[in-house]
């Protein structure tokens, strides 16, 4: 198995959650900003995507940093040692958390990128449909893919998932609606 294949395994779980953070996020974000012009929705969009990548980042870093520093410490009673920092199973896991969470925030951006690709090529009142339908299948995707791995029904993981993505999207347009009829 090539190294980046190795990588890809390792990290599924942040690719995924990232992955369905940015596409649902951001599909929230542009459902919200409906009504506007298709270059406001883009910039809101690519900006949400982008923030929820570092923000995925970086909660992925201290989640998984917290992990495996507790991880570290079972392994240091075990062996009876007072200090692991220095050596080679400490530093591969380190570079292991930095690998993480960043898998973790560059699904949440290439994600995010799906709901938003639509207003550059339609126009908005076409887009939010598009937007709803990508993330609907993308999001049927990762599950299907998420439940090959873990050897589960993978028709019933994609439905699974490509319902949340509709759950969010009826959410998203409710709270739209709400305040725009609220506000005139």
Request: hydrophobic letters at 50%; glycine letters at 10%.
């Given at each position: 198995m090539?190294?980046?294949?190795?990588?890809?395994?390792?990290?599924?779980?942040?690719?995924?959650?990232?992955?369905?953070?940015?596409?649902?996020?951001?599909?929230g974000?542009?459902?919200?900003?409906?009504?506007?012009?298709?270059?406001?929705i883009?910039?809101?969009?690519?900006?949400?995507?982008?923030?929820?990548?570092?923000?995925?980042?970086?909660?992925?870093?201290?989640?998984?940093?917290?992990?495996?520093?507790?991880?570290?410490?079972?392994?240091?009673?075990?062996?009876?040692?007072?200090?692991?920092?220095?050596?080679?199973?400490?530093?591969?896991?380190?570079?292991?958390?930095?690998?993480?969470?960043?898998?973790?925030?560059?699904?949440?951006?290439?994600?995010a990128?799906?709901?938003?690709?639509?207003?550059?090529?339609?126009?908005?009142?076409?887009?939010?449909f598009?937007?709803?339908?990508?993330?609907?299948?993308?999001?049927?995707?990762?599950?299907f893919?998420?439940?090959?791995?873990?050897?589960?029904?993978?028709?019933r993981?994609?439905?699974?998932?490509?319902?949340?993505?509709?759950?969010?999207?009826?959410?998203?347009?409710?709270?739209?609606?709400?305040?725009?009829?609220?506000?005139?």
């Amino acid at each position: 198995m090539s190294r980046y294949l190795e990588i890809i395994e390792a990290t599924l779980g942040n690719i995924t959650r990232g992955a369905i953070d940015g596409i649902l996020t951001t599909l929230g974000i542009v459902i919200g900003a409906y009504g506007a012009e298709s270059t406001i929705i883009i910039a809101a969009g690519i900006s949400g995507g982008v923030a929820s990548g570092l923000s995925n980042t970086f909660a992925a870093l201290s989640a998984e940093r917290t992990e495996m520093e507790v991880g570290m410490k079972e392994i240091r009673k075990s062996m009876l040692r007072e200090e692991m920092e220095n050596t080679t199973l400490h530093k591969t896991k380190k570079k292991q958390v930095r690998i993480k969470a960043l898998m973790d925030g560059l699904s949440s951006v290439l994600g995010a990128s799906v709901p938003v690709a639509p207003y550059f090529f339609f126009p908005a009142e076409q887009a939010v449909f598009i937007a709803v339908t990508l993330t609907a299948i993308f999001a049927f995707a990762i599950g299907f893919l998420s439940g090959k791995v873990s050897e589960k029904h993978l028709i019933r993981m994609g439905i699974k998932m490509a319902l949340i993505a509709l759950t969010v999207a009826v959410v998203a347009t409710l709270i739209q609606q709400g305040i725009h009829i609220t506000l005139r």
